[in-house]
């Protein structure tokens, strides 16, 4: 095959052909991680909105995809899932195997590293549950408060500041 001729397995294909989606990989990493604190990353990755949720099922033992999915409440989508997972498993938290049969099956296991988040999570999950009402509260209680002006309306109402060029009596 001429090398020119040569499709991206994720480009368009043949003419008329629909675009293939691209498949699932993990976020890439930002060019500058080095200029990050070391722990942003990993902070990143347990803060989001499924991760620590993932975690804290497969605490429990393994678990398939489908089974995983419904423990989690269901509401992740199984694309998000799966991103979630591998992002997981690029970080060393989870292991994947995948058993052969006549419908693959994919089980998700924590990996020793993985079990070690077990206490921090469940540290967590318990602050959560003693402040939960104190939250509420103030939330309740910033939602109350009469709205405040936007930092670029309280510019535009402020007198406008003389150039920095200007004398200093100009200034007072």
């Given at each position: 095959m001429d090398p020119a001729?040569?499709?991206?397995?994720?480009?368009?294909?043949?003419?008329?052909?629909?675009?293939?989606?691209?498949r699932l990989a993990a976020a890439?990493?930002?060019?500058?991680?080095?200029?990050?604190?070391?722990?942003?990353?990993?902070?990143?990755r347990l803060g989001d909105r499924w991760s620590a949720l993932a975690l804290c099922v497969l605490h429990e033992g393994p678990e398939y995809h489908g089974g995983l999915r419904?423990?989690?409440?269901?509401?992740?989508?199984?694309q998000v899932l799966?991103?979630?997972?591998?992002a997981l498993e690029r970080d060393g938290l989870v292991d994947?195997?995948?058993?052969?049969?006549?419908v693959l099956r994919v089980r998700y296991a924590l990996t020793p590293l993985g079990r070690t988040l077990a206490e921090p999570l469940a540290a967590v999950r318990d602050w959560t549950d003693r402040h939960r009402d104190a939250v509420d509260a103030a939330r309740a209680a910033y939602d109350a408060r009469p709205p405040e002006p936007?930092?670029?309306?309280l510019r535009r109402a402020a007198?406008?500041?003389p150039p920095a060029s200007a004398p200093a009596a100009a200034r007072r």
């Open positions: 001729r040569r499709t991206d397995p994720a480009g368009p294909g043949r003419p008329g052909e629909r675009p293939r989606r691209p890439p990493t930002a060019p500058d991680d080095g200029d990050l604190c070391p722990c942003r990353l990993l902070l990143d419904r423990a989690m409440g269901g509401e992740v989508s199984r799966t991103r979630t997972l591998r994947r195997e995948v058993e052969p049969g006549p936007a930092v670029t309306e007198p406008p500041e």
